[in-house]
């Protein structure tokens, strides 16, 4: 790997929950903890009131992969 590949890189995005649930959000985060750091992938994940933040860091390619993958499932919108 180069340099630059080995650089921290960063996606925030936004996303609505469309059935805001304690238990499906304790399941996301689960699956977080089991894939993201064998993944090399760290962040945070803010939830209010059905929306959800979440930061992702780690190597471009697997955040960019596990981006993707979340967005594909929900609806993902960028910051303002």
């Known amino acids: 790997m180069t340099h630059t590949e080995d650089a921290l890189h ?19 985060l689960q699956k977080a ?16 009131d059905g929306d959800v933040m979440q ?10 992969a596990l981006f993707e993958k979340i967005s594909a499932r929900v609806p993902v919108r960028p910051p303002k």
Do not use: F, W
């Open 10 to 28: 960063q996606i925030i995005y936004i996303s609505r929950l469309t059935d805001p649930d304690e238990a499906l959000v304790t399941k996301i």
């Open 55 to 64: 930061v992702l860091e780690g190597p471009k390619d697997r955040i960019t």
């Open 33 to 48: 903890l089991q894939h993201n750091p064998r993944n090399h992938i760290t962040g945070m994940m803010l939830c209010a």
